[in-house]
């Protein structure tokens, strides 16, 4: 082999550092780039003789070369003297190779710099020594560690105008420490240097012995990040699905996280079907395995339903399966946010619907205290809830950057008007909440029936109100409900029966039975219920409500004087008995959310009436209640 | 802790494999831009990975301006025969049939007619709704600034003020009827990377970009080849032979070579890394008015 051969075959192995660099044109930002290509020789000389000429005719920087008209590129901007959006530039020195997201530093270009930092693994930001840690540096600091950049360099320019001082230097890593411990940044390397001068940008400085640390470009061609990744939680989302014949059918996608190796055993979501994996195609062939960032197509040993916007993971290793989450949302539009509108939501590679369920709080990136706000604009940041369609198959950004983002698309324009980390699943605790909001009811409530409560009532005979009746899966509660409905029709009474398997096979169709869409469902049948009654019909429900508080909050959408609560009162044993069959699973752990189970039962401290599912006068006792409670029959004058 | 390092190019390479796979899911009629130059064939072997072992589930498409080098013309049809391509060639009929040349009407008129509006009138024919090209961030300054999917309008014109943010690797593909994206798996990627995969990859290229003795013509300081009679007398009789190669690939009359004596791909890649003009000195078209490429593009140029 050539020498020339050894040396190509060592350069191509170089790795790829992709870098943001915050800061305003007066910190010298454009310098310090402009400064590093062409210190490291990477700015060409026709280039460089356009710059020289641009340089006298619109520069900013007196008879010196102006580097940063090297990197606004738009006509406009370059007039303007500002950089607008982002531009990326490449170089590489004999280590690494290395692309600069180069992003404007105004409050105006926030969207700007989140843009440029979601692909960035470190930042760079510009301080300048005059002016020390300013407002712009911690909103700058704020966005890298909201987009979860793992190292920051903070960069304290014009130290020339400072006499080069130790002192003032440490004075600005002191204050900046400060100010980012409660951000938890891993890594922050803190360098002093002059773009302007060349000090500690590529070579050491002769003019700050005091500083033993690393130039900016020594630093940038060491520093490790490939351990930034995620290698623990194998995620494919997949991407396109191969099948050129009949006997060959690849699943494609990028690796989002994880290693996925030949022979693993890997489970496909939603639909939890198990498979292995029979080869792992990479970019040159066949390989034993792969991890993030490749590309690969995988084919498993036998056929598993499984398409576009679904995943591969690990069984052992899953990711969250809600439909409801929260996030915190950038909102990147020049148009504000509608706050009512059907989103579309990319996660990965499933694009579905969303709405922003409620605002917690917009944040102010230049203090972070927490305000409250209705809609976002333009630059703005907060915390959101919001609810999707179907399903996303996530895992919380702090954890990963594949599966944790997502963008929203404004449906009329198809702009992306909106960027999200998501930060975890929604809280049972926030839910409820949300769902008695007395204020989002009063503003609400519009029309009026024009048919009073007195002609309801005389029209039926009877006070529209709810028989709520909770109890285990098995206690005999869908029993006495069907019974009940039976009876009171038979006397007369005007009733409707709801239990799970009614509204879950329509109105609550897309919910699953985990805690969240469990709460939303019981939200939905209260306001069936709530209607019904306002018109003076009885609705009698059977469901298994195994949360105090989701009952409490089902009652005051109904309204707690109208809402019986009955409690079907079975031991474990007996309901074991009425349904061995679903018990056994639950107990293998085949399915799960089974209150008495794996899931915990509060019973009612308080309730109408207890029953006993043994007990053969439970109909007559609620005849009995219903009557001395005034509901029915009522007397007609 | 390193052994799932990947090098720069592989992870280029997967980048460029993840946004081919994106747009075939998204999109109801893409098409690849094909431009016979290196940056296409770079670009066409990330397609064939992308699929592999299927075929590549969208068409090539080439724009003849009628005034590409021979040998490029030639080496197209034996690799689309070759590699089974299904390969599209439109030009424009009209500004061909009324004769519109570079030596005629200047590079700015037959640019237009014969790159531009070819380009937009093969689109519309077609219905194509996202357009795959080769175009790199490093080419130029206006590029430096342009998304991977850069949406166009339904007369096909870029905004560069409005551009829809694009962050991580999640990509809007939604368009309205008759608007369309254009998309540049390569944006990422340098003069230098591309040649280095093209040997990394082994792949074919047209030879014009070999050094060897050519018969040039120096024009104001551009080295124009002369590739057929089409070429006025009186410039083609001061051609000398001088040993050149092409850093990139146009049309003939607009495309200048440079002295070179790189004729393998390792002495292309060393030359490479010693080069001290950027690549798109050779084009004339850039130069003929300020601001050019960024007013070009504006118009549906890629």
């Known amino acids: 082999m050539t020498n020339i051969q050894q040396f190509l075959n060592q350069d191509q192995e170089k790795d790829l ?52 008209l090297l990197l606004d590129g738009l006509k406009a901007e370059r007039e303007q003297g500002i950089t607008i959006d982002v531009a990326y530039r490449y170089f590489s020195t004999n280590k690494r190779k290395f692309i600069i997201a180069d992003t404007p530093g105004h409050e105006q270009y926030t969207r700007n710099m989140v843009t440029g930092a979601s692909t960035a693994n470190l930042a760079i930001i ?115 699905v191969l099948r050129p014949s009949l006997d060959f059918r690849g699943f494609s996608g990028k690796v989002a996280s994880g290693i996925i190796r030949k022979g693993d055993q890997v489970m496909s979501l939603p639909s939890r079907k198990t498979a292995t994996v029979t080869r792992v195609i990479g970019s040159d062939g066949d390989t034993e395995l792969a991890f993030p960032p490749q590309a690969v197509t995988i084919t498993l040993s036998h056929e598993i339903d499984l398409s576009r916007s679904e995943m591969l993971v690990h069984p052992d290793n899953l990711p969250r399966i809600e439909r409801q989450f929260e996030a915190m949302l950038v909102w990147m539009d020049e148009e504000k946010m ?119 009532r005389k029209r039926y005979r009877q006070k529209g109100v709810t028989l709520w009746i909770t109890g285990l ?40 039975y985990s805690p969240t869409d469990r709460a939303e469902h019981m939200r939905r049948v209260a306001h069936v219920c709530r209607i019904l009654n306002d018109q003076g019909i009885i609705t009698i429900c059977s469901f298994i409500s195994p949360k105090a508080e989701i009952r409490k909050q089902v009652a005051e959408i109904i309204g707690k004087e109208r809402f019986k609560l009955f409690f079907m009162d079975a031991s474990m044993d ?64 | 802790m390193n052994n799932y390092a990947i090098n720069n190019l592989r992870e280029l390479e997967a980048e460029a494999i993840h946004i081919i796979r994106e747009v075939a899911a998204e999109f109801e009629n893409p098409v690849m831009l094909y431009s016979i130059g290196k940056d296409s064939s770079v670009m066409v072997r990330l397609a064939e990975k992308a699929f592999y072992p299927a075929k590549v589930p969208f068409p090539l498409m080439h724009i003849d301006s009628k005034w590409k080098f021979r040998e490029m013309t030639e080496f197209r049809d034996r690799y689309a025969k070759e590699k089974g391509w299904d390969l599209i060639v ?126 040039i013509v120096d024009m104001d300081g551009n080295l124009i080849m002369v590739d057929d009679d089409r070429m006025p007398k009186e410039l083609s009789e001061k051609a000398v032979m001088r040993k050149v190669r092409f850093r990139t690939l146009g049309c003939y009359p607009l495309t200048g070579a440079i002295d070179s004596e790189a004729d393998t791909i390792e002495k292309i890649v060393e030359e490479m890394m010693t080069v001290t003009k950027s690549e798109r000195t050779t084009r004339v078209i850039d130069f003929d008015q300020e601001g050019s490429m960024e007013q070009k593009k504006r118009e549906g140029y890629f």
Not at chain 1, 603 to 625: A, G, R, V
Not at chain 2, 161 to 184: C, D, M, T
């Open chain 1, 17 to 68: 550092l992709r870098l943001l660099t915050a800061g305003s044109v007066d910190d010298g930002k454009s310098t310090l780039i402009g400064r590093l290509l062409f210190d490291s020789k990477k700015i060409y000389e026709d280039h460089l003789s356009a710059l020289e000429r641009d340089s006298k005719k619109i520069g900013h920087a007196g008879d010196k070369i102006d580097y940063a």
């Open chain 1, 126 to 240: 510009l301080i300048d020594a005059r002016k020390g840690v300013i407002t712009q540096t911690k909103r700058h600091t704020f966005l890298v560690s909201l987009l979860g950049i793992k190292h920051i360099v903070l960069a304290v320019n014009k130290m020339d105008l400072m006499d080069y001082s130790q002192e003032v230097f440490d004075q600005i890593c002191k204050d900046y420490k400060q100010f980012t411990t409660p951000l938890s940044i891993p890594d922050i390397e803190f360098i002093p240097l002059s773009a302007l001068n060349g000090d500690n940008v590529v070579d050491a400085s002769q003019h700050m012995p005091w500083y033993k640390g690393k130039s900016l470009l020594n630093y940038l061609e060491t520093v490790h990040v490939v351990s930034d990744r995620n290698f623990d939680d194998f995620r494919l989302p997949i991407q396109y």
């Open chain 1, 338 to 456: 509608d706050p009512y509108a059907n989103f579309f939501l990319k996660h990965t590679t499933q694009t579905t619907r969303a709405r922003i369920d409620q605002i917690k709080y917009r944040i102010d990136v230049n203090t972070l205290e927490q305000h409250s706000s209705d809609a976002f604009e333009l630059n703005e940041i907060g915390r959101v809830v919001l609810t999707t369609n179907k399903p996303l198959l996530f895992d919380p950004y702090h954890k990963n950057h594949e599966t944790g983002s997502f963008v929203l698309i404004n449906p009329i324009t198809n702009n992306t008007c909106a960027v999200g980390m998501i930060i975890d699943k929604m809280s049972a605790d926030d839910l409820y909440s949300r769902i008695a909001d007395p204020e989002t009811r009063r503003l609400v409530d519009g029309g009026k029936s024009l048919i009073n409560e007195d002609e309801l």
């Open chain 1, 473 to 512: 899966h098995g206690s005999g509660k869908n029993l006495l409900a069907y019974t009940l409905e039976r009876q009171l029709f038979d006397k007369g009474a005007t009733v409707v029966l709801l239990d799970g398997s009614t509204v879950r096979s329509g109105l609550s169709k897309e919910l699953d």
């Open chain 1, 574 to 637: 007996y309901c074991r008995k009425n349904k061995p069959e679903l018990y056994e699973k639950a107990k293998q752990n085949l399915i799960k959310y089974i209150p008495g189970v794996d899931e915990m039962y509060e019973k009612p401290e308080f309730s109408d009436l207890i029953l006993k599912p043994e007990d053969q006068s439970n109909i007559t006792t609620i005849f009995s209640y219903l009557e001395s409670e005034g509901i029915f029959p009522l007397q007609s004058e």
């Open chain 2, 90 to 215: 439109e030009y424009n009929k009209e500004g061909f049939e009324s004769g519109i040349g570079p030596f005629t009407h200047g590079s700015k008129v037959h640019t237009d007619v014969m790159k531009t509006q070819a380009l937009l009138q093969a689109l519309d024919k077609h219905r194509f709704d996202a357009a795959f090209g080769g175009a790199r961030r490093d080419e130029e300054k206006s590029r430096a600034k342009e998304r991977i999917y850069s949406f166009r309008d339904r007369f096909h014109q870029w905004d560069p003020k409005n551009q829809r943010p694009e962050l991580w690797s999640i990509y809007n593909a939604r368009v309205h009827k008759g608007e369309s994206i254009r998309v540049f798996p390569l944006s990422n990627w340098t003069e230098l990377d591309i040649w280095q995969y093209i040997r990394l990859e082994n792949i074919p290229i047209v030879p014009l970009y070999f050094a060897k003795e050519r018969p």
